[in-house]
């Protein structure tokens, strides 16, 4: 508990306390005394008023849902260094190319001290991008103003990828018929392999498929 005694110069009538806690509560006493000894006592009970927060959230993890959305987890700053009543927390997640801001009411965020995970908050983020790494970054806001933001990075788990683009046919002299495409747009983790599937028109009792690990496929004499 923070307190102490002080010694006022006689005939003062006022003395400034300094370093208490924002947004605390004070009991201050007050008494005079002489060479026959010291006064009754007088006491008052004041709150001190608030400040922006000085502490950021702790305990910053995630939990992927789906390839889109995860859940964030944070613990709230200690009592003494949100330095007022908590109204909500500021949430900002970036990629290389997009980034968020999400304002969630204090009162209002799913699931209080989660017992598997020992978060206070955890907040359910939807609509991201499968097989990409983010930055998230989080401040607690009071009445006063955003308090300091601390991070941490996920990324999202991998899903199917688009389909392949640009699917052309061309004659090759040297090696005969082939096949060329553009990798996936969205990708959406990594190209493991390629998978062809071509049979004659009018004849599908005949069906060939075959694997490739590269963006290109030549028929030839023995394939």
């Not at 007088?42 to 859940?71: D, G, K, W």
């Not at 930055?135 to 389909?163: H, L």
């Not at 599937?197 to 060939?208: D, F, I, L, P």
């Amino acid at each position: 508990e923070q307190g102490g005694l002080i010694n006022v110069t006689a005939g003062a009538t006022n003395h400034t306390l300094t370093d208490l806690d924002a947004f605390r509560l004070y009991e201050i006493q007050a008494y005079y005394g002489n060479t026959f000894g010291n006064g009754s006592i007088s006491n008052i009970t004041t709150q001190i008023q608030s400040a922006i927060p000085t502490e950021a959230p702790r305990n910053l993890t995630t939990s992927n849902e789906t390839p889109s959305s995860v859940i964030l987890m944070w613990v709230s700053p200690d009592v003494s260094g949100i330095n007022g009543k908590l109204l909500k927390y500021i949430i900002k997640i970036k990629n290389h190319s997009y980034e968020w801001n999400i304002t969630q009411q204090a009162n209002n965020i799913e699931g209080r001290r989660r017992r598997e995970t020992q978060a206070d908050y955890n907040v359910h983020v939807n609509h991201l991008t499968p097989y990409t790494q983010y930055n998230w970054n989080i401040a607690a806001v009071n009445d006063r103003g955003i308090g300091p933001f601390t991070g941490n990075t996920f990324t999202t788990d991998e899903d199917k990828p688009s389909s392949v683009e640009n699917l052309m046919f061309y004659s090759n002299d040297s090696y005969g018929p082939c096949l060329i495409w553009e990798e996936p747009s969205e990708p959406n983790g990594v190209i493991l392999k390629y998978t062809l599937t071509y049979y004659q028109v009018r004849n599908m009792k005949h069906t060939y498929t075959r694997t490739e690990q590269k963006n290109k496929y030549c028929w030839t004499g023995s394939n």
